[in-house]
């Protein structure tokens, strides 16, 4: 058999794993750049709240609510995908 419907799990999943790399990419752009930096240092690089505020030269509470706000963006921005990715797996 050939064919769409069989086609390879191992391929489907290079496929859906560019796919993804590309909606967080776009998702990632679409944030403020103090969101993307605060959030980048505090998910990627495990850095504290204190000092990605002083980094960004804001205060803690401003810190973690940008870091809220990325995530909450992120979230949504991403949602439709995994839900659409998660029915097809």
Sequence with gaps: MTGAASSDP???R???S???REQVTAAMERLSGNERTAFVLRHFEG???EEISKTLGI???AAKHTIF???RKLRESLEPFVR???CNI
């Design 18 to 20: 560019a796919e993804l």
């Design 69 to 71: 706000r990325a995530v």
């Design 10 to 12: 191992q391929q489907d």
């Design 84 to 86: 659409s990715s998660t």
């Design 59 to 61: 205060q803690v509470n």
């Design 14 to 16: 290079l496929l859906l």
């Design 47 to 49: 850095m504290p709240v």
